[in-house]
């Protein structure tokens, strides 16, 4: 049979496209093009949520619009109006990303600690947070178990209790000061570079180098914490030689500022050192653990704190400058997470309800009431009754003999999470006591002499960062005066139990929580206790205490005077 006549003339067709083909395939292909002017990108940013899905009861106080000399609540935060916040401010520049500042989980409500924190994890995915950094919270557990909320997995010791597999955060936690002594490494990536329309920009993310003083020793064994500025100075080499110009520091620390939520008229505390001594390489800082809210310039620098809980979000715009790759400048505004203002997102609810569902009839069981709601608020001699109330319910469950026979008890207000906010019913559930105390500690007894309890009390006295007040149980008074040197505060006759002055060398049982007993909040004092005797969880205390005084009431502020 011929050959078709067409045959020919198609083969060198298609010789000539192979050769064509071949020849276009050897030339780069044209990048993008770059930029004509600045590139604008969008920061969001929260931190300390502490597993808050639902908004907190407390909401946010702020200057009331009317009379500024006063203050108002606000409903704010939660998962299912923080998500749709974060996507209506994203909307407003497709170059955007959603970052952290540390304490995303740990001393967290119910919902979220009954399943180690596995909800929040998977909320804070859902709505696209990318990176944070580690805070002292997320060490509360361990690396161990750190690691498992980074990557996913069944809890090692309770196993899975989610209503689906848990499959670890599917943003990137970040931890640059933070080394594993064993291997020399640190324990998760210390930064994370994202670009902005082919502009570099990396995020350094990093926690408190007093961490193991705020965590159980257990908690961080085998870990070493470094200096926040020195860390961060040391990176920047190390950045800049892959072309990185535009650095922002995601650390979890921070400052108490004077003014409102998105002032700065004043600031003070440990994050303001910590810019001062920062590489001038560094643009902004995104900062928290002080639970405040401001937008300042400290050093020239932009650096931010969005309150707690999900109540604010953050927006930081910046300006790159597409030649030195740079940022030119960068402001930053609080936007308060409204509830009235900003809708449920549904993925969220849904969320939300598939956990709710396995938790509610335990969150719910009523265990209590209250007259009044129990604050959180401090006098001026650091005492709060919400404190005060708890010290109480650990004395009575450590009273008898056989329990430890403590005749004191002390509670760190650290521990103290919450105010009991009262309902109209004024009952109180087993959820709103776990939310007060959500860390699970035990209760210790130990013996301490006259001489000793003096030297706790007087650690609570800080030196550049804020006193840490123990709350006291009743029958226990002192009084201290503010205008004596730190480690003299207490005038020690005033030191009293039942009305008799303490003995410096008599011993008295003084129960705490296991933190404390371990050095937790740098009472290192609580060492130096002698027979110690492990009792029941903090949270099954004030259970208790509510349970046997129907229609509890404050505790009145005078177990503590101060002076000057």
């Not at 029958?475 to 009293?496: C, H, N, Q």
């Not at 050095?519 to 949270?539: K, N, P, Q, W």
Request: charged share 20%.
């Amino acid at each position: 049979m011929m050959p078709s006549k067409t045959v020919a003339p198609r083969r060198h067709a298609l010789l000539l496209s192979a050769v064509l083909g071949g020849l276009l395939a050897g030339c780069a292909s044209p990048g993008p093009t770059p930029p004509s002017g600045p590139v604008a990108v969008k920061i969001l940013a929260i931190n300390d949520f502490h597993g808050n899905l639902k908004p907190a009861a407390g909401g946010i106080k702020i200057k009331d619009p009317q009379d500024p000399a006063k203050l108002i609540t606000v409903a704010a935060g939660g998962a299912e109006h923080l998500h749709t916040a974060v996507r209506q401010l994203q909307a407003a520049n497709p170059n955007h990303v959603f970052v952290a500042a540390g304490d995303l989980i740990g001393a967290s409500p119910l919902l979220s600690a009954l399943f180690h924190d596995e909800p929040t994890v998977e909320a804070l995915s859902l709505m696209g947070l990318e990176v944070s950094a580690v805070g002292n919270h997320e060490f509360d557990g361990g690396i161990t178990e750190l690691l498992r909320k980074q990557n996913g997995g069944c809890h090692p010791k309770f196993g899975c209790k989610g209503p689906t597999p848990f499959k670890g955060a599917s943003y990137q936690y970040l931890a640059a000061s933070t080394w594993d002594l064993k291997t020399g490494k640190t324990v998760l990536p210390p930064y994370k570079i994202k670009q902005f329309q082919g502009i570099p920009m990396a995020f350094i993310g990093l926690t408190l180098k007093g961490t193991p003083d705020l965590v159980t020793p257990s908690g961080v064994a085998g870990l070493r914490f470094e200096d926040e500025a020195d860390t961060v100075n040391k990176l920047i080499p190390e950045l800049r030689a892959q072309g990185v110009e535009a650095i922002a520091v995601l650390i979890h620390e921070g400052g108490v500022p004077t003014g409102g939520y998105n002032e700065c008229p004043g600031i003070s505390g440990p994050i303001v050192d910590i810019v001062k001594k920062l590489d001038k390489a560094v643009d902004l800082v995104v900062s928290g653990h002080t639970h405040r809210a401001y937008t300042c310039q400290i050093d020239g620098r932009l650096v931010t704190s969005g309150d707690k809980y999900g109540t604010l979000i953050t927006d930081i715009d910046v300006q790159l400058d597409p030649k030195t790759r740079d940022v030119i400048s960068a402001k930053a505004n609080n936007v308060i997470v409204r509830t009235d203002a900003f809708a449920k997102e549904p993925a969220q609810t849904t969320l939300i309800a598939a956990y709710e569902k396995l938790s509610t009839p335990l969150m719910n069981r009523v265990v209590g009431s209250i007259s009044a709601t129990i604050s959180r608020e401090q006098s001026a001699a650091g005492a709060t009754p919400m404190g005060q109330l708890i010290a109480d319910a650990q004395l009575a469950a450590t009273r008898a003999s056989d329990k430890g026979g403590a005749v004191i008890s002390l509670m760190n207000l650290g521990g103290v999470r919450e105010a009991l906010t009262r309902r109209p019913s004024g009952e109180v559930t087993y959820g709103d006591v776990f939310t007060v105390q959500p860390f699970s500690n035990n209760l210790v007894t130990v013996t301490l002499t006259g001489d000793q309890l003096r030297r706790v009390i007087e650690q609570q006295y800080r030196t550049n960062t804020r006193d840490e007040f123990l709350q006291v149980s009743q029958g226990f008074s002192y009084t201290w005066d503010a205008s004596r040197p730190i480690g003299s505060r207490v005038l020690a006759e005033s030191m009293k139990l039942n009305g008799q002055v303490l003995d410096p060398k008599a011993g008295y049982r003084v129960t705490i929580s296991s933190f404390l007993v371990s050095g937790g909040d740098s009472f290192r004092v609580f060492t130096e206790g002698r027979d110690a005797l492990t009792g029941i969880m903090d949270v099954d205390a004030l259970e208790q205490y509510l349970q046997a005084h129907p229609n509890t009431a404050p505790p009145a502020l005078d177990r503590v005077q101060r002076l000057n």
